[in-house]
């Protein structure tokens, strides 16, 4: 069975411009969740989506979007980049909501300059 | 969420127990302890979760005081592959798929 898959692996940005990451979770799972990690914040929540509802959302600004299509493959789009926004974007999908287990991708590593 | 305390660092010989420990003393009686550990440069990975009752399976043990105030994580014989930073994350278990992590313990395994 694949594992989550995320696109692309690392991505360079310029600060102003916007940027689409992708999350392909594990086959049969319904729900995808995305956290942004950095060194001074560490992991931290961004939104969860189940059956293309978005159900929870962290505490970010809104340039900070997604979205998951039936397909169950989701997206996340940041508008605006700022330097504060080079960090490791993560996804994790799961069954359903309250999952036990949370499967995560590798990642997607951004760079604004 | 409840709020979680774990030690910043810790260091384990390779092939002996490793018991990272856990405070989450504002746990509330609808919320499980999970652990999740994220090796350098990949995605965090599910290890164990609990209620109230210790469990066990292939990866680690997880041990929940009675007054579940308190739980150790044992990896039984630590490899230098379990070399990571540890998360113990305290959430209810029917709200959503919303982890909330803090430091973790970072375990270096040695030879």
């Known amino acids: 069975k694949a594992g989550v898959t995320q696109t692309p692996r690392y991505l360079i940005k310029t600060r102003g411009q916007q940027v689409t990451l992708s999350c392909s979770p594990i086959s049969g799972h319904r729900s995808v969740s995305w956290y942004q990690q950095t060194p001074g914040q560490g992991l931290q929540f961004l939104f969860e989506y189940f059956s293309e509802t978005q159900r929870n959302k962290g505490n970010f600004p809104g340039r900070f979007s997604g979205r998951q299509f039936s397909n169950s493959r989701s997206e996340m789009n940041v508008s605006t980049l700022e330097l504060g926004d080079s960090a490791l974007y993560l996804c994790?999908?799961?069954?359903?909501?309250?999952?036990?287990?949370?499967?995560f991708g590798p990642g997607t590593r951004l760079t604004v300059t | 969420d409840a709020k979680t305390t774990q030690p910043t660092s810790m260091d384990c010989a390779e092939g002996r127990a490793a018991n990272l420990p856990c405070n989450h003393s504002t746990i509330s009686g609808n919320e499980y302890v999970y652990w999740y550990r994220q090796i350098h440069s990949q995605g965090p990975q599910y290890i164990i979760h609990g209620l109230k009752n210790n469990e066990t399976n292939e990866m680690a043990s997880l041990i929940i005081t009675e007054d579940r105030k308190s739980s150790t994580l044992i990896l039984p014989h630590a490899t230098l592959r379990d070399t990571a930073v540890y998360y113990c994350i305290v959430r209810p278990h029917n709200a959503g798929n919303m982890l909330t992590f803090g430091g973790g313990t970072r375990l270096m395994v040695k030879p």
């Open positions: 994790a999908s799961s069954h359903g909501g309250g999952a036990r287990e949370q499967y």
